[in-house]
């Protein structure tokens, strides 16, 4: 049965993280999903994570980025394409990258799965490489607070169409994300607050589940 949870970024998460943050360290491998909309501050966690619990990171972005060739086939000039349309590409990079890596701690997944399609293939990958079942994090943000940080941070990418596409994908995939993930633990972080404060919320969470049989 999916645990759908929704907590505020607060006091008493950053109180609970302060507490415990300087003995606990992980001893066991942890799934850790970031999803969220353009803007919300995934790939500000996923490093977070990284450098709080060792553990390594897998960036969706990163790796489309660093392998235009493979996504070449899908690409159309002036058109970005929508997350169905990668799916085949995507998945087979993420599988590529995982299985180059060191799991033993786990891996943070940063913008992976982004639809239906790839979180199934993200179910066949728990079972082959034996990871455990994710603890997914859905980072929400007003779609407005979204195009302001977008606006703000001026990346080359963030022309206004292709904020609302990206936008429009991420609701039109992700809003059912119970569904998606029925095995996981899903916990809604608000992260329209300092990015410290977000943190301090992620890690109290983890620490407490990770002391869960």
Request: aromatic share 4%.
């Amino acid at each position: 049965m999916t645990s759908l949870r929704t907590i505020a970024c607060g006091v008493v998460f950053t109180i609970l993280a302060a507490s415990a943050a300087q003995s606990q360290t992980t001893d066991q491998p942890l799934l850790i999903v970031l999803i969220g909309p353009t803007g919300s501050g995934k790939t500000t966690q996923a490093e977070f994570l990284r450098k709080r619990f060792g553990i390594p990171t897998v960036s969706a972005d990163e790796l489309i980025q660093a392998n235009p060739e493979a996504l070449s086939k899908y690409r159309r000039p002036g058109i970005t394409p929508a997350p169905p349309e990668l799916n085949p590409a995507v998945d087979a990079l993420v599988a590529e990258k995982l299985a180059s890596l060191d799991l033993t701690k786990g891996v943070v997944l940063d913008g992976y799965p982004a639809s239906k399609d790839q979180a199934d293939h993200l179910a066949t990958l728990i079972a082959k490489l034996n990871l455990p079942a994710p603890i997914v994090f859905q980072l929400d943000l007003p779609d407005d607070v979204a195009r302001q940080r977008l606006k703000e941070r001026r990346h080359a990418d963030d022309k206004p169409d292709l904020i609302e596409e990206r936008l429009k994908n991420y609701h039109r995939e992700m809003d059912a994300i119970g569904a998606y993930f029925p095995q996981a633990r899903i916990w809604t972080i608000n992260t329209d607050k300092p990015v410290a404060e977000v943190s301090s919320a992620i890690e109290a969470i983890l620490i407490d589940e990770m002391k869960k049989p």
